[in-house]
């Protein structure tokens, strides 16, 4: 049968619903007995929520965003990411480039002079598409350039990136399935797995048109404890600064069978103090913070949680890769930018 534990739930960290998994009933004691375990004897011990301060409190903190590119494929979900790159600018003050990528690489095939012609008719058919853009009032009021590049998706984006000293880049995802992915390739994926920058994903389940000034006020932070969760949690805190919002930070346990009880106990103490360790001095004062831990795929919890809670931005690490980057099935980081309500920000590790 199918075992649900919903814990008590306290207002700073705890389990989140969640034992998701077919047992027999002689394992029943026992995930009773962890449950007792998961659940903090003090439920108000570990809370952490002090109500939001003025911005100005800790200015040093705030990250700056005055260059951003959004990668474009004029695909409505290409237009859904410019909408959101547009709040960002008008928030931040910011220079976008509007960029867009003819690749030779789509005609392998083809004679060279006739390569040379399609992708003639390619920039024609890229500027018809960008004046349309411009013509409908996106970028109205914002210090904008256009960019038509030739080459590789990623290694074109990547000069663009260091040419122009880019903040932040911006990208749409249409979600492919895993072999379509195996096979052709993640576009978003090459991008924020080998973008020295943030990359902020739209993917198409992220809800309706963003509002032209869009208010992130639940930034779910997920974090793995990785190499780059410090530099994760800055922007996510920095986030949290600029838009008073509540930033929860999430750690998600794969199994519970790889602990004993004694173990999980210990394991738990060690959950909260690294999550605490995540937080910037004096955050309590300007961020309502909060811990939680969840049991299952990483993937799967974080995507529940953020659907769960309302989250208007869910912030993550993504680990660097090269070789086959956008091409590996089932990632976890492709898997929660393809499948979010809401927009993701990945910070590569």
């Not at 018809?128 to 970028?139: E, K, V």
């Not at 911006?170 to 990359?199: D, Y």
């Not at 530099?231 to 004993?260: C, I, K, M, P």
């Not at 949680?305 to 070789?323: H, P, S, W, Y």
Request: include cysteine.
């Amino acid at each position: 049968m199918t075992l649900v534990l919903a814990l008590p739930q306290e207002p700073g960290f705890c389990l989140l619903a969640i034992l998701r998994t077919v047992i027999l009933g002689h394992d029943a004691p026992r995930l009773i007995a962890w449950a007792k375990l998961l659940a903090p004897p003090d439920p108000l011990a570990w809370e952490v929520g002090m109500g939001t301060a003025p911005k100005e409190v800790l200015p040093d903190r705030k990250i700056q965003l005055s260059k951003i590119l959004v990668a474009t494929d004029f695909s409505p979900f290409s237009n859904r990411a410019l909408e959101y790159a547009s709040s960002f600018a008008r928030r931040y003050e910011s220079h976008i480039f509007l960029t867009h990528v003819i690749s030779p690489d789509a005609y392998p095939l083809a004679a060279p002079e006739v390569t040379v012609g399609l992708i003639r008719t390619q920039r024609r058919e890229a500027e018809d598409h960008i004046q349309q853009m411009l013509f409908s009032g996106c970028l109205k009021d914002i210090p904008h350039d256009v960019l038509i590049e030739e080459g590789a998706l990623w290694p074109a984006l990547q000069k663009v990136i260091q040419r122009q000293k880019i903040d932040l880049v911006v990208v749409a995802t249409h979600g492919m399935g895993a072999v379509q992915k195996l096979v052709i390739g993640s576009g978003a994926e090459q991008i924020f797995r080998q973008s020295v920058v943030p990359v902020l994903t739209v993917g198409p389940s992220v809800d309706g048109r963003a509002e032209p000034d869009i208010a992130f006020k639940h930034i779910l932070f997920a974090t793995d404890f990785g190499l780059g969760a410090e530099r994760e949690a800055a922007y996510a805190f920095s986030l949290g600064q600029e838009h008073d919002a509540t930033v929860t930070l999430l750690h998600v346990l794969h199994h519970l069978d790889d602990y004993s009880e004694d173990g999980l106990i210990l394991r738990r103490e060690a959950v909260k103090r690294q999550l605490q360790d995540l937080v910037p001095s004096g955050a309590e004062v300007w961020c309502n913070t909060q811990f939680r831990m969840a049991v299952g795929d990483p993937a799967t919890e974080i995507l529940h949680f953020a659907q769960e809670n309302n989250v208007d931005l869910i912030v993550m690490g993504a680990k660097a890769r090269t070789g086959l980057a956008g091409h590996v099935p089932g990632t976890k980081a492709y898997k929660v930018v393809s499948s979010a309500h809401c927009p993701v920000l990945t910070v590569r590790s």
